[in-house]
């Protein structure tokens, strides 16, 4: 019983995942001992499982193929001898589904009140139905009860915090809605450090720019003291070569 969990893929509390290796380790000794390839008892389950899923495709893929209403034999080829067998052991459950399963009953409205239709036709219209739990209906509710004590009723036996955030705070009481109290003096101290904060920036930003234009003013005495040195410069080289030219004549 148990190999064939293993060989299935389905292990549970009574078959660990140790007992798992040990057969794999015991049938990869005698795989390994029959001509052909020597493989590692991983590499030989990773081979069965390959056989199994491609075996398990091509089972469902012909079955599908036979139940088409076209008319005329299945288009693709039947299962072999070998892939028979490994279906045989994987079990047919894998491919066709459990065949003894049987279906839930189905509640109908009529079998409701019309109380309980009402309510439950209200229910599902809210949204976030994962977090619903543990939702309780008012008990014994007479022709007579009044709007005012099914209300409270409701409020009393419903779990509110199990409800969606928008579910719940119509169901809360309306003293509950009301807005927590402000405090001005909290928000005039945030306006006031929020203005400091940008009348600081609003300084930073104007010195950069005012070292940035002294720079600007330096770098342009700096090339108009250059300028003013080459043209000495030049006046100088031009004089000396009209003396030079007098003295060679």
Known sequence: MGNEKIIKGKLGPD??????????????????????????????RKSWYDIKSSTKGKAAAYRRECEKTGGGPPTLEPLDDFQKRVLAVIGDN???????????????????????AHLRAG????????RFQGIFLPQNCAASTSAANL??????????????????????PK???????RH??????????????????SQIQERRLQLAEEQFAFQRECERE??????DFTNTFKNLTSVLEKYLS
């Open 94 to 116: 894998l491919v066709y589904g459990h065949k003894d399963t049987e279906e839930s009953e189905i509640v109908l409205d009529e079998h409701l009140s019309p109380y309980e």
């Open 226 to 231: 250059k300028i003013n040195a080459l043209k």
């Open 15 to 44: 078959l660990t995942n140790k007992e798992c290796v040990e057969f794999w380790e015991e049938a990869t000794k005698q795989l390994n001992s029959c001509v052909g390839a020597t493989k590692s008892w991983k590499d030989w």
């Open 123 to 130: 229910f599902l219209k809210l949204r976030g139905t994962r």
């Open 151 to 172: 209300k409270a009723e409701i409020n009393t036996q419903v779990p509110t915090e199990s409800l969606p955030q928008d579910v719940s705070e119509t169901i809360k």
């Open 184 to 201: 001005p003096k909290r928000a005039r101290v945030e306006r006031s450090a929020s203005f400091e904060a940008s009348e600081r920036f």
């Open 175 to 181: 003293r509950l809605l009301h807005s927590a109290k």
